[in-house]
Nanobody, 124 residues
Framework: QVQLVESGGGLVQAGGSLRLSCAAS????????MGWFRQAPGKEREFVAA????????SYAGSVKGRFTISRDNAKNMVYLQMNSLKPEDTAVYYC?????????????????WGQGTQVTVSS
């Protein structure tokens, strides 16, 4: 069993930055890929970024590539999402998820544990 708790969301102006954190407990996430997803009102949950258990391999959605950076600290059981050059369309609830394997994946069915989410709002 894994418990995931996101933090770091908030209200920011367009062009600003936020850093999301995800704290894992209950079972080490070392050995498993981690991912970030987001869901805007009236839309389906969508993939944002993922990272392999080693941190060497990363994957990003096209809409955030070059602006967001995913990283992890396995010693601390933490995963981060640095978000720069934020746009109003980035407004959503952001979820951290623990993968079923060591390889980063884009499908939500590839993740078996999810946090409660943290709200990110970008004003224009």
């Amino acid at each position: 069993q894994v418990q995931l708790v996101e933090s770091g969301g908030g209200l920011v102006q367009a062009g600003g930055s936020l850093r999301l954190s995800c704290a894992a407990s209950g079972r080490t996430v070392t050995g498993y890929a981690m991912g970030w997803f987001r869901q805007a009102p009236g839309k389906e949950r969508e993939f944002v970024a993922a990272i392999s258990w080693s941190g060497v391999i990363t994957s990003y959605a096209g809409s955030v590539k070059g602006r967001f950076t995913i990283s992890r600290d396995n010693a601390k059981n933490m995963v981060y999402l640095q978000m720069n050059s934020l746009k109003p369309e980035d407004t959503a609830v952001y979820y951290c998820a623990s993968g079923r394997t060591a390889v980063p994946a884009k499908g939500p069915y590839e993740y078996d544990y999810w946090g409660q989410g943290t709200q990110v709002t970008v004003s224009s």
